[in-house]
């Protein structure tokens, strides 16, 4: 069966402190992948996607995440992170089939961001 | 250009009743799914919507139901409610398997 685990249900961290937030995938059929992210108050909105070509992806913000298929593996990663990125993080997965295509999410990881 | 767009923004609803919430696609996106948010979980895959067919479809039962227009446009439908299903809705649109964009969702409680 398809699924996507995110293994920190919570992660605290200080101001300008790296983090990581883990996820793993299990498919059997090909994949994208997706972190999405919800701010406070706000609808979820995309953060870095994964569709081919070189593992590793970044975003705007300095967040970046890994593709690692033998790990089944889409960590994201921040250097030093930032009060305004508390937040709650899903990781995403595609699942391509004949006639169509699901997106299925793992149950979010909550960064809280301390001065 | 307007994003995602989902009605109504709350709605109280009694068991055993039927609700049909509502969903505008993000302008240029031809596909719609259909996610049941818990609190304090991640959204839970209800259905998708291509050519007015469904194409794929979660671990829902035949309560959940829905429809595409030719405007690309959706409605999902609930019916005989229960207790469990009061949680955010979220309608996302996409083009084809691309990434999804989301609306603020639907509120349903179900007393």
């Known amino acids: 069966a398809q699924s996507v685990t995110q293994l920190d249900s919570q992660v605290p961290v200080f101001e300008e402190a790296p983090v990581e937030l883990r996820c793993n995938y299990s498919?059997?059929?090909?994949?994208?992948l997706f972190w999405y992210v919800q701010y406070p108050n706000q609808g979820l909105q995309l953060l870095l996607k994964?569709?081919?070509?070189?593992?590793l992806v970044e975003s705007i913000n300095g967040f970046e995440a890994e593709f690692n298929k033998s790990q089944t593996s889409f960590h994201l990663r921040k250097p030093s992170v930032h009060i305004s990125d508390t937040a709650e993080y899903f990781c995403?997965?595609?699942?391509?089939?004949?006639?169509?295509?699901?997106?299925?999410f793992g149950a979010g990881t909550r960064l809280f961001v301390k001065a | 250009d307007a994003g995602v767009t989902q009605s109504p923004t709350h709605l109280i609803k009694t068991r055993g009743q039927q609700v049909t919430l509502r969903c505008s696609p993000k302008?240029?996106?031809?596909?719609v799914s259909w996610y049941q948010q818990a609190l304090g979980q991640g959204p839970q895959f209800i259905f998708q919507?291509?050519?007015?067919?469904?194409?794929q479809r979660g671990n829902f039962p035949d309560r959940f139901s829905g429809h595409q227009f030719p405007n690309y446009s959706s409605e999902l439908n609930v019916n005989a409610l229960l207790l469990g299903d009061s949680a955010l809705y979220l309608c996302?649109?996409?083009?084809?398997?691309?990434?999804?964009?989301f609306g603020n969702g639907t509120r349903l409680t179900v007393t």
């Open positions: 996302a649109s996409s083009l084809a398997s691309g990434p999804l964009h």
């Open positions: 498919s059997s059929v090909s994949v994208y």
């Open positions: 994964y569709l081919s070509g070189s593992t």
């Open positions: 995403a997965v595609t699942l391509s089939y004949t006639g169509g295509f699901k997106t299925i």
């Open positions: 302008s240029g996106h031809d596909t």
């Open positions: 919507y291509y050519e007015e067919e469904e194409r």
